[in-house]
């Protein structure tokens, strides 16, 4: 394999995709460039808007407890307009408004923001302004994607309501981001104590049978986020745990829900919510010390063999292949368990497998894969509103995955004829913008360096217009797969 196939394998497979630099933005050796990325990740800031400014936010991105703060006050407001309303009364419009982007990506007549929307759009907007910046500055993105597998991985959606409405993004940011090279335990804490997560599946509203608080008996036992724990983001569905455990560990992990004060950094333990009591899961006996029984259930979950293994064959079907390679997944998991699940060290066994470098490129960028890397190949902006759109229309909307599980990556369900056909449209709207400007046979030549086939080749070559040149380089196998 040559130093440039390689190169361009590191962009397509485990980066965001080219860009006007070219491949040496992974000068040197591919493996290195990769893991030196993670070394240096980068920092997600935005500008404070007006809207923003106006509703009290003290940062462009703030923290979930100011979220939380803001999230109270927002929803008194929405009730006393209710209210008011109910009274055949209007109250002054105060409501600001932000600009509609038109397909094309470019500022359309002012749209009014409704009341239910000011908040959640404010932030999301912020959240993905600032990281439509961090995915089109990053030299190959290989942490980035680690930040997307993760985030789907232990995945929450907006479509719950809010607050995850609200707190998806901060979610990420806070429970996801920092820890994605560090230790498996600390990422797997911080995602199931978030607030997001206790809301999305539900254990904010989870109490024990026998706790102090349900003495009527009245209130209900929720075993969603314990299941999803053990079957999505631990053990895995074969991971050898029973109904009884789930049961029993959904009321280790009464009394976790959220500390809507604006203190902290937004979980909270109410011990009058907890199950008391020993309980034992995967025929370990955990006493009843408050919110450390969850704890420690936990750390013994990160360190379990099953979730080993589950989380290397997630890892290795994500980056490498549809049907991961056993040898590769075996040799991953073992690493997990030998540094106590350092992922750093485990992402540097899976690039330095030669299996990740020879595997076929059958895998087929998600949508969002996809629309970052022609915004990076074409150098071109795209405002927050116009890229949520465009997720929604591709099927990945973000933030919104169908359920716990998160997105799917494999090939089979993103290349159906609407999803394919709707990326043609997309390749042909953004080609538009730089057809001027753009040599499409140059293009081609620069973009898929390394992976351009003869076939690909003369398409370009024989495209009647620029557009339609430069549409085939984003839609060809070299582009399309990693």
Same mark, same amino acid.
């Not at 929720?222 to 991971?239: C, F, S, Y």
């Given at each position: ?26 000068s040197g050796e591919a493996r290195e460039a990769l893991l030196a990325e993670l070394k240096s990740p980068p920092t997600l800031s935005m500008s404070l808007s007006d809207v923003q400014r106006d509703l009290g936010f003290s940062s462009a991105l703030p923290p979930t407890p100011e979220l939380l703060t803001q999230l109270a006050a927002y929803n008194r407001a929405r009730k006393e307009r209710r209210e008011i309303k109910a009274q ?5 419009? $105060? /409501? ?48 980035? +994607? ?23 993004? =901060? !979610? ?27 809301? !999305?599946?539900?254990?904010? =509203? ?81 006493? $009843? ?32 292949? $549809? ?23 485990? !992402? ?13 490129? =059958?895998?087929? +960028?998600?949508?969002?894969? !996809? ?53 043609? $449209? ?8 730089? =057809? ?18 003869? /076939? /690909? ?26």
């Amino acid at each position: 394999m040559s130093p440039d196939t390689r190169a361009a394998i590191a962009f397509s497979r485990f980066g965001l995709g080219i860009t006007p630099r070219g491949l040496g933005a992974a000068s040197g050796e591919a493996r290195e460039a990769l893991l030196a990325e993670l070394k240096s990740p980068p920092t997600l800031s935005m500008s404070l808007s007006d809207v923003q400014r106006d509703l009290g936010f003290s940062s462009a991105l703030p923290p979930t407890p100011e979220l939380l703060t803001q999230l109270a006050a927002y929803n008194r407001a929405r009730k006393e307009r209710r209210e008011i309303k109910a009274q055949n009364q209007t109250p002054a419009p $105060d /409501t600001p408004s932000m600009a509609a982007p038109d397909m094309a990506g470019k500022p359309g007549k002012p749209a009014p923001l409704m009341d239910d929307q000011r908040l959640p759009q404010a932030v999301n907007f912020a959240e993905v302004a600032a990281r439509l910046k961090v995915w089109g500055d990053a030299r190959i993105g290989f942490h980035e +994607r680690l930040v997307m597998f993760w985030a789907n991985h232990f995945a929450v959606s907006v479509d719950k309501g809010l607050p995850v409405r609200v707190l998806a993004g =901060a !979610y990420e940011r806070e429970a996801i981001r920092p820890h994605v090279t560090g230790r498996f335990r600390d990422l797997l804490l911080a995602a199931e104590r978030h607030p997001a997560m206790q809301v !999305y599946l539900d254990n904010d =509203a989870s109490i024990g049978p026998n706790a102090r608080a349900n003495r009527n008996g009245k209130r209900g036992l929720n075993e969603n986020l314990a299941r999803e724990i053990l079957e999505l983001h631990t053990l895995g569905v074969n991971g050898g745990y029973t109904q009884a455990d789930v049961t029993r560990f959904a009321k280790v992990i009464t009394g976790w829900g959220i500390n809507r004060s604006g203190q902290g950094d937004g979980f909270r333990f109410n011990p009058n919510a907890h199950e008391p009591g020993p309980q034992t899961i995967l025929g370990k006996t955990y006493a $009843d010390d408050g919110e450390a029984q969850g704890i420690r259930v936990l750390e013994d979950l990160a360190r379990h063999p099953a979730t080993a293994k589950h989380i290397a064959t997630r890892l290795v079907r994500h980056f490498v292949s $549809d049907q991961p390679p056993p040898a590769l997944v075996e040799r991953i998991s073992r690493r997990f368990i030998d540094t106590d699940g350092d992922l750093s060290a485990v !992402y540097a066994t899976l690039i330095a497998a030669e299996e990740s470098w020879s595997a076929p490129r =059958a895998k087929l +960028r998600t949508p969002q894969e !996809y629309v970052i890397a022609s915004l990076r190949a074409l150098d071109t902006p795209v405002q927050p509103q116009r890229f949520l759109q465009t997720l929604r229309v591709l099927g990945q909307p973000l933030w919104q995955p169908p359920g716990p599980n998160g997105f799917s990556d494999l090939a089979s369900v993103w290349a159906t004829p609407e999803g394919l056909n709707n990326r043609l $449209d997309l390749a042909y709207q953004l080609s538009e913008r730089v =057809a001027e400007k753009t040599d499409p046979r140059v293009f081609a030549e620069e973009r898929l360096k390394g992976l351009i086939s003869e /076939t /690909t080749r003369r398409s370009v070559a024989l495209a009647e217009t620029r557009p339609q040149g430069l549409a085939l380089v984003l839609l060809s196998p070299e582009f399309m797969r990693r």
